[in-house]
């Protein structure tokens, strides 16, 4: 087929992470404020070049990157279908808008549609949606306002991050909080730095699992679970996969030890994670793939905690990718799983 691949790039002349000197086991890092994380969502040229060389394989890619130009290179192009990775710019709508371009255009393309990239990158309606269909998710609110916090309901510890942000752009080691006063510290900055609603949830306490998905209807298939082991991180470490632990503690130079796939997990809570992620891929009708957080509550349940429609895909296995690494454990290499996504769309479409 002729293929288009659709991403955002990250700027080059971007710092994008400055050294946090130094990370200390300590309960508070509080150096976030020399941390630039606007462009943490965008891929590199690294990633993008490896996804172009996967689909190459078999089909013919061109690259377009999601700017103001990509309407009118797509209607030109017209191609069979699109790949596409962009996580967009402006607002929470921002991942919805190439492929609401493309369908405007009529052109197929790989991943949910419009409507639920934005569901999902809106952490808060998520959760509406979820308790509704009584999928067990965490308690919470979100605030718009620094009064809103007052009277605050929730039962501490809590988590606060920006609703509608992912790569743990927002989320440090002081995002878990234990009382009020930190709870507003937390807010302020939130609503300050981050322009947009804060989620405060109650912290669910026990193993965390994030689950890689293939696939539509009654073909999807969940990939081995990967687990976030928090006893190998450096000690006193929040026990929360935070900005600090996916982006400084974890380098391509100095890999975090701390991930297992498949987890070691009995039968029970493999087959209760999959059927949670299962249910909640159905009800946010995502299609082809997503990656879905998960942790244990204080009972033990699976609870969602956040849903990824278009999942990180670092090439590289030094640097941690969960979707990745979920695949190479199913046997996939980085190209197979690609094209097996790709493979999935152009079904649903009936192209192939
Ligand atoms: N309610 C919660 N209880 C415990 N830990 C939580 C909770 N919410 C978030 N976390 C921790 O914070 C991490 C980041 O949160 P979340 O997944 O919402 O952020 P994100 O930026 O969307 O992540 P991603 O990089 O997967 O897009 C989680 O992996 C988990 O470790
Ligand atoms: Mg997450």
Avoid at 29 to 42: G, M, P, R
Avoid at 272 to 279: A, G
Wanted: net charge negative; glycine share 4%.
């Amino acid at each position: 087929m002729n293929a288009a691949l659709t991403f955002n790039v990250k700027p080059e002349s971007e710092t994008f992470i400055e050294p946090l000197s130094p990370i200390r086991n300590t309960t508070r890092v509080n150096t976030q404020q020399k941390i630039i994380d606007t462009f943490a969502e965008w891929d590199t040229w690294e990633t993008i070049y490896a996804v172009r060389d996967a689909l190459e394989l078999y089909h013919s890619v061109t690259l377009i990157e999601a700017d103001e130009n990509a309407f009118d290179k797509l209607r030109d192009l017209k191609p069979d279908i699109v790949f596409n990775v962009a996580e967009g710019f402006y607002g929470i709508s921002r991942e919805a808008q190439i492929p609401a371009i493309l369908e405007m255009l009529n052109i197929p393309y790989t991943g949910s549609d419009p409507l639920t990239l934005s569901i999902c990158l809106d952490k808060g309606r998520t959760k509406e949606i979820l308790t509704y269909h009584k999928i067990p998710t965490p308690s919470f609110i979100t605030v718009n306002n620094i009064n809103e916090i007052k009277n605050i309901a929730l039962r501490f510890p809590l988590i606060i991050k920006p609703n509608a942000e992912g790569s743990s752009k927002g989320i440090f080691s002081s995002s878990f909080v234990n009382n009020k006063e930190e709870l507003t510290r937390e807010a302020e900055r939130i609503l300050n730095e981050y322009h947009q609603s804060a989620l405060i949830e109650e912290f669910l306490p026990g193993r965390e699992f994030t689950v890689a998905m293939i696939g539509n209807g009654n073909e999807t298939e969940v990939l081995p679970i990967v687990e976030i082991l928090y006893q190998d991180f450096p000690e006193n470490f929040i026990p929360i996969y935070s900005y600090e632990a996916k982006w400084i503690l974890d380098s391509k130079e100095n890999p975090l030890d701390v991930f297992s796939c498949p987890a070691s997990i009995d039968k029970n809570l493999e087959d209760q994670i999959k059927e949670t992620c299962l249910r909640t891929y159905s009800v946010l009708r995502c299609r082809d793939w997503s990656r879905i957080d998960i942790r244990l509550d204080e009972q033990g349940i699976p609870n969602i905690i956040e849903v990824n429609p278009l999942p990180g895909i670092l090439p590289d296995p030094q640097d941690n990718s969960c979707f990745p690494k979920a695949a190479r454990t199913a046997g996939m290499s980085y190209s197979d799983m690609l094209n097996k996504v790709l493979l999935s769309a152009a079904k649903r479409y009936s192209i192939i």
